[in-house]
């Protein structure tokens, strides 16, 4: 058994080293790190009502569209670390992490599967070490933790296309899986649609109806609730689409142009690297349709460059016509395969001397780059996260009475005092609705709202005591 453990340690050493420093980068001062808003606080409820109160909840967070919500699957995967951690939201942070870690070596694996060892070693430190990535993991929200969901995606993609019609299984969970992380990836559904088409021979009518019942497993809590609330979901999907309009031609153009803008700058952004903002994505592109026009390497399949640029299109028409205001996020599918296409290209070079040495020069930059970033976010003393919070509202609870009332009131930016309603429920003292004479406590946030009459600061939330 130790011969055992031994041999895989030393077989994969480079990646388990990485797995290490992700690991290591986002633990480190986690509290401090973590962001305790909206997002945050909703998670650490559904953890409460789910511990606390009923342990079935059929579904998780709503959505911008007011009266659409996701699936529970995902605040369920965070709900044992909140047992954990006693229902700290300190808890979610840790499991968000743990997700994290886990795209990690899915970034691993699928770019050793469709690219190489090597392009799964320079795709996996990409998750690592990217500071966006890091904070998406520090984040606790599922749209940002579904780049794991879009590589297995497009792992499965990949193999279902090799005749592997085994995992198609696999796929329909997966997809049943998008609505509790997020709608943003429902264009997945037309791409393997063409896939689906293409590709030939088509599966057995046994094996796409096991699909279809894998596909409803992680639907099934959302048919339920859609069942007991009569569809009202469904049927306000069906007429925001009916009564949606893309506008005049010229501003189609102007949309489809924002669009392809966010697609082709997203790589870049989550680089942080200050070169031409189009740069990583045309070099991508372009150079999975060299590879492919002339078959070499990867490039001898056509999967590759037909459906990387399938998606691209896929996703920017089906936010053409959305029918709700479209937030960047919204496209993270084609800029994760850009970024993981890119890391494809870069596994390619490192098999020749001089293209290694390429590899290594622009890694080095990047990991500065993004570890400055990091440094800059461990040294700011003006944020506002979970720890600066739950500090505030313990130099509150712990000078209390049992049985005795107090009032907190807030001075705050709009959208700024999230967090601090559960962190009170979670130490057993609520405060009053009403104004508490000699007893009344003033939370502002950020501190420069009312700097001279702060008595106890946290971060960039201070805390105005009883006269």
């Known amino acids: 058994m130790k011969n055992v453990f031994f041999k895989f340690v030393k077989n994969n050493l480079p990646f388990l080293v990485i797995i290490g420093i992700a690991a290591a980068i986002r633990f480190y001062r986690l509290p401090e790190m973590a962001s305790f808003d909206f997002d945050q606080e909703y998670t650490a409820n559904f953890a409460w009502s789910v511990i606390r109160e009923y342990p079935i909840q059929l579904i998780g967070q709503g959505l911008s569209i007011p009266g659409m919500f996701m699936g529970p699957l995902y605040f369920y995967f965070l709900t044992p670390f909140y047992l954990i951690f006693g229902l700290h939201p300190v808890g979610g942070a840790v499991g968000s992490v743990v997700l ?30 990217l500071y966006r990535k890091i904070e998406d993991d520090w984040s606790v929200t599922p749209a940002f933790s579904s780049d794991v969901i879009i590589i297995i995606t497009w792992l499965l993609f990949y193999l279902y296309w090799k005749e592997n019609n085994k995992v198609l299984p696999f796929i329909g969970f997966i997809f049943g899986l998008y609505t ?37 497993i992680p639907v099934a809590p959302l048919i339920i609730f859609e069942f007991l ?24 153009s102007q949309k489809i142009t924002d669009l392809l803008s966010i697609v082709m700058s997203g790589p870049n952004q989550l680089f942080s690297l200050n070169i031409p903002v189009f740069l990583i994505s045309s070099v991508s592109i372009i150079f999975v349709a060299f590879i492919t026009l002339n078959k070499m390497s990867f490039g001898r399949e056509k999967f590759h460059f037909a459906f990387l640029f399938l998606s691209i299109i896929i996703f920017i028409f089906y936010y053409l016509f959305f029918p709700a205001n479209i937030i960047g996020y919204y496209l993270s599918a084609p800029i994760v395969l850009i970024l993981f296409y890119f890391g494809g290209l870069l596994g390619l070079l490192a098999h020749k001397f001089l293209g290694k040495i390429l590899v290594v020069i622009l890694i080095s930059c990047i990991g500065l780059v993004n570890m400055e970033l990091l440094n800059i ?41 999230f967090g601090f309603d559960y962190l009170f429920k979670l130490y057993g003292k609520v405060p009053k609705k009403d104004y508490v004479p ?18 106890i600061s946290s971060g960039n939330v201070g805390l105005i005591l009883p006269k």
């Open 229 to 252: 609330h009569k569809f009202t979901e469904v049927n306000k999907l069906i007429s925001l689409f009916q009564n949606s309009s893309t506008g005049t031609s010229i501003l189609i």
């Open 377 to 417: 976010r461990w040294s700011n003393t003006t944020i506002t996260t979970l720890s600066h919070k739950d500090e505030i509202v313990k130099a509150i609870v712990i000078g209390q009475l049992e049985g005795k009332d107090f009032f907190v009131s807030y001075i705050n930016l709009p959208g700024w005092n």
């Open 100 to 129: 994290g870690i886990i795209a990690v070596a899915v970034y691993y694996y699928a770019g050793n599967k469709l690219f190489g060892s090597p392009a799964g070693l320079i795709l996996a430190l990409f998750r690592a070490i």
């Open 180 to 216: 509790s992380f997020h709608p943003i990836l429902f264009p997945f559904y037309l791409v393997f649609l063409f896939v689906l088409l293409v590709r030939k021979p088509w599966p057995k009518i046994k094996l796409v109806v096991f699909s279809g019942i894998t596909f409803l």
């Open 438 to 455: 000699m007893n009344s406590f003033t939370i502002v946030i950020p501190k420069s709202l009312s700097p001279d009459s702060i008595n």
